[in-house]
């Protein structure tokens, strides 16, 4: 005996991650319980997400009116760090020792999930560095492989740039992403990073 609006309700939370089907179930009957005002308020959060947050063009972070990076003018605006996700960013702002910008990626190449160059922000990262002043690219993208691979690429389409290329520093657990490193080992691989050039 199944309500069919629970049901419904209990594929869509499936969707999020780390969600099982016994969880979403759950919720649902818990929102079935919670008052009006609070529904109304999280639908119309909901229903309006995509309006309210959009991603900015420059560095690919989530912004609300301004971008983070982009619009703060107090940030140091030679050196940037290359993520793959916007969590990833915010990882690094968390550890309040890097003042400098942003570029996220969206991703890493992976050549069995079908991810190519296209799919990622690799050209409007190029035309930033021919734009903007950087002295210093880090490149941060996750300890994986796919991680590995990307920043390896990257490097080598700025190998001719008279600019300082560096790697964040083993330590990282491997095959982990940079959200769920903690901040210690975080702020160890930054200070630690590598230059390659
Ligand atoms: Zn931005």
């Known amino acids: 005996m199944e309500l069919k609006t629970i049901e419904e309700l209990k594929e869509i939370l499936h969707y999020l991650p ?18 009006e005002i609070t529904l109304q308020n999280l639908s119309s959060l909901i229903s309006n ?4 947050v959009t991603v ?8 609300e009116e301004k971008c983070f990076f982009c ?3 107090s940030r140091d605006n030679t050196s940037l760090i290359v993520v ?10 968390n550890l309040k020792s890097y003042h400098g910008k942003y570029h996220i990626l969206g991703g890493n190449l992976s ?5 190519g160059v296209n799919e990622l ?3 409007l990262l190029l035309s930033r560095i021919e734009k903007e002043n950087f002295q210093e690219i880090i490149l941060a993208t996750d300890p994986t492989i796919d991680g590995e691979t990307t920043a390896l690429y990257i490097a080598k389409l700025l190998e001719n740039l008279p600019i300082k290329i560096s790697r964040l520093a083993y330590g990282l657990p491997m095959g982990g992403h940079l959200t769920y490193a903690d901040e210690l080992t975080l702020l160890r691989s930054l200070e630690g990073r590598k230059f390659l050039k």
């Open 71 to 73: 619009d703060d003018e």
């Open 18 to 35: 780390s969600i099982g089907l016994k969880s979403a179930e759950r919720m649902a009957y818990q929102l079935l319980e919670m008052d």
């Open 111 to 115: 050549p069995t999930k079908g991810i």
């Open 56 to 63: 900015c063009p420059i560095c690919g972070a989530y912004k």
């Open 84 to 93: 793959t996700s916007f969590k990833d960013a915010l990882a690094f702002e």
């Open 121 to 123: 922000r690799i050209d």
């Open 49 to 52: 997400l995509h309006k309210n």
